[in-house]
């Protein structure tokens, strides 16, 4: 069985940092491409982040480009991201997800979230 | 980057009707188009994939159709646990783009 477990999230001020991890399990990890998704309260969702199967390749929406750094570590099976100067409207939580397959498929399997709150 | 206009945003219907609700794209995305379910509180579950495809395990009440800029969710035979908001999402190109949701609610 596919497992995505978050972890990481908490109240951060407005300009500080925070890492987010995800503890992939069910699969063979460094076979998939792997996403962050986020939904801000009440919120559609959005997505954040991509990282190809080696680590080599990675992509991002403007909104979160050269604040935002995705990475995995395929020998623990773990998901990384690195936010920083974080904002007010990065408040979300933030999703985990599995992509289907190759980079450009939809996300076949999702994570229960981890909450992310920017605020002074 | 492509745009996703996904409507109605709210759709009330009783159980056992069917519903639909559309998405289009802001320029072909050649089927590259996925459905997902969020119950309250929940993560985004799949439904389809490639517009039409059905993930192993929906029920077959729910299917997708469409192509090019237009595409459709069904959900037929309405049950109270379909209770949830709907979201469609291209794979084009990047940036990977969702439609707005649907919030689905039973008479």
């Known amino acids: 069985e596919v497992q995505l477990v978050e972890s990481g999230g908490g109240l951060v001020q407005p300009g500080r940092s925070l890492k987010l991890s995800c503890a992939a399990s069910?699969?063979?990890?460094?076979?998939?491409?792997m996403a962050w998704v986020r939904q801000a309260p009440k919120k559609g969702l959005e997505w954040v982040a991509t990282?190809?199967?080696?680590?080599?390749?990675?992509y991002y929406p403007d909104s979160v480009k050269g604040r935002f750094t995705i990475s995995r570590d395929n020998a623990k099976s773990s998901l990384y991201l690195q936010m920083n100067s974080l904002k007010s409207e990065d408040t979300a939580t933030y999703y985990c997800?599995?992509?289907?397959?190759?980079?450009?498929?939809?996300?076949?399997?999702w994570g229960q979230g981890t909450l992310v709150t920017v605020s002074s | 980057d492509i745009q996703m206009t996904q409507s109605p945003s709210f759709l009330s219907a009783s159980l056992g009707n069917s519903i639909t609700i559309t998405c289009h794209a802001s320029?072909?995305?050649?089927?590259?188009l996925a459905w997902y379910q969020q119950k309250s509180g929940n993560a985004p579950e799949l439904l389809i994939y490639?517009?039409?495809s059905l993930q192993s395990g929906v029920p077959s009440r729910f299917s997708g159709s469409g192509s090019g800029t237009d595409y459709i969710l069904t959900i037929s035979n309405l049950q109270p646990e379909d209770i949830a908001t709907y979201y469609c999402q291209h794979y084009q190109s990047f940036p990977l783009t969702f439609g707005s949701g649907t919030k689905l609610e039973i008479k």
């Open positions: 997800a599995r992509h289907f397959t190759v980079v450009l498929t939809w996300f076949a399997y």
């Open positions: 990282i190809s199967t080696s680590g080599s390749r990675t």
């Open positions: 320029q072909n995305i050649k089927g590259w």
């Open positions: 069910g699969f063979t990890f460094s076979n998939y491409y």
């Open positions: 490639k517009a039409s």
